[in-house]
């Protein structure tokens, strides 16, 4: 008879557990649709056509990086980190979905029945037990496939951090490889300065040789050439710094020996880059937030079906005593009534861990705003810049060569050649660094619209 009621229990609880119902991910994010009040139908600075995923990497035109940043890609170690993350969120995908199943186990025993009551010995019948036992915890309410949700919007969150580290990465070593390449052309024209400046030594004892200059514009030569030295000096130290930092994400002995090329790429055309709203599907990091916004919310739910009661069964086949075949079938319910405040603070704990990850959300999100924003305007100013500095270059230099000249034929003097110089050295070097900050620029633009370096 109490067999008859554990079974009508079980199939009374399998038939509820079939009209249970879990929550979607469509309504887990339906708080975060519109996160950001009052956003504008395109960006201020360029507007376009949807931005076509084309991968920014090549459109650079440079072989030798797309090598170096498939380097990076397999032997930095923090992607081999985040790559571990990936595996571990699948690991705990099966250990959720397990749960949904029954566990099945072998169990065996024997006992050979002697017993010694304080004098002597005595000899029982033998006993053995082998047999299989299966137990199973019924999803009555959905908790069970609510925690796998969970668990799965973790992992696709976890997977979009891993496609955001690889496009940081890839963004990174672009930005280092010019950063490295102009620092090099910022040292290789600091020796051509040295070289200016001996030059000008030269002049300037051979002018107080023959008496048509004096001792001061000799001791500003010299003054100059040293000046010149420590300059180059120090970009030699930060063409170095380049090369360690460069090395380092490419997962390489930091040594500096890393050979760069002698001249920056042309910076790409401009491209088309949507509306603000797209940014939120094309960025990684920002589908990473809306995943786990939706795991915040299962979590919520799971905690609330926590009062719920919970039914477990368990059956059990085997042979009794080597000879005997036995079954038993046994069901329990747990339904809790009082635990101290426990199930609710698990409640109130994720009912705030979701209204922080909506928060984090309009956080990243507006940032991720402030970026594309900020990034295409810069460009537009850096242009202006590149523009102006070039004939400020060509100008400046133009008025050195007449000064020095004029110099050089006994009209005017060293110094107001070294004044001269002085603004053509500063334009020269200015055009240099604008020019290295147009590309990274670029690299920051597709970063913020959320472009991938890769063809797909």
């Not at 000046?227 to 997962?251: I, N, P, V, W």
């Not at 401009?270 to 940014?279: A, H």
Request: net charge positive; glycine share 6%; with cysteine.
């Amino acid at each position: 008879m109490k067999k008859n009621i554990l079974i009508s229990s079980w199939i009374l609880a399998i038939l509820v557990s079939g009209c249970a119902t879990v929550a979607t991910h469509d309504e887990a994010v339906a708080t975060i649709k519109k996160p950001i009040e009052n956003l504008p139908q395109n960006f201020k600075n360029q507007v376009g056509e949807k931005m076509k995923d084309d991968g920014w990497l090549k459109s650079f035109n440079d072989p030798k990086l797309v090598k170096l940043v498939d380097e990076a890609l397999k032997k930095n170690p923090g992607i081999k980190i985040a790559e571990a993350k990936v595996e571990q969120a699948r690991g705990l995908i099966q250990q959720s979905e397990s749960k949904l199943k029954p566990t099945v186990g072998l169990a065996a025993s024997y006992s050979d029945g002697e017993f010694y009551d304080g004098n002597n010995f005595y000899s029982g019948d033998n006993a053995g037990n082998l047999g299989v036992a299966l137990s199973w915890e019924l999803d009555v309410w959905g908790k069970l496939k609510t925690n796998v949700k969970r668990v799965k919007e973790k992992q696709a969150a976890t997977l979009a951090d891993y496609e955001y580290a690889k496009q940081s990465l890839a963004a990174n070593v672009t930005k280092a490889w010019f950063s490295a390449i102009s620092a090099k052309l910022q040292l290789n024209f600091a020796n051509e300065v040295i070289k200016i400046q001996e030059k000008s030594l030269q002049i300037a004892k051979a002018k107080e040789k023959i008496g048509q200059g004096n001792a001061k514009d000799t001791h500003l030569a010299k003054a100059e050439l040293a000046k010149a030295k420590d300059a180059s000096s120090s970009a030699k130290a930060a063409y170095e710094d380049a090369l360690r930092s460069l090395e380092l994400l490419l997962g390489r002995y930091p040594s500096a020996d890393i050979k760069t090329e002698n001249k920056l790429v042309a910076n790409p055309p401009k491209f088309p880059t949507g509306v603000p709203s797209e940014i939120l599907e094309r960025r990684p990091d920002l589908r990473a937030m809306e995943h786990k916004v939706a795991q915040a919310f299962y979590m919520e739910k799971e905690s609330e079906l926590l009062h719920l009661p919970r039914f477990r069964f368990s059956l059990g086949a085997g042979i009794n005593s080597l000879s005997e075949a036995v079954g038993s079938l046994a069901a329990g319910l747990f339904a809790p009534l009082y635990t101290g405040g426990k199930i609710e603070g698990k409640i109130a704990t994720a009912t705030a861990k979701q209204k922080e990850a909506i928060a984090q959300y309009a956080k990243v999100a507006l940032r991720a705003f402030k970026e594309v924003e900020g990034t295409l305007s810069l460009e537009d100013i850096l242009l202006k810049r590149a523009k102006y500095l070039k004939i400020a270059e060509e100008e400046s230099y133009k008025a050195y060569k007449i000064t020095k000249k004029e110099y050089e034929i006994g009209q005017g003097s060293l110094l107001d050649v070294l004044n001269v110089q002085k603004k053509w050295i500063s334009a020269k070097i200015a055009k240099l660094d604008v020019k290295s900050k147009l590309l990274i620029n670029r690299v920051n633009i597709y970063m913020a619209l959320g472009g991938s370096f890769q063809t797909k």
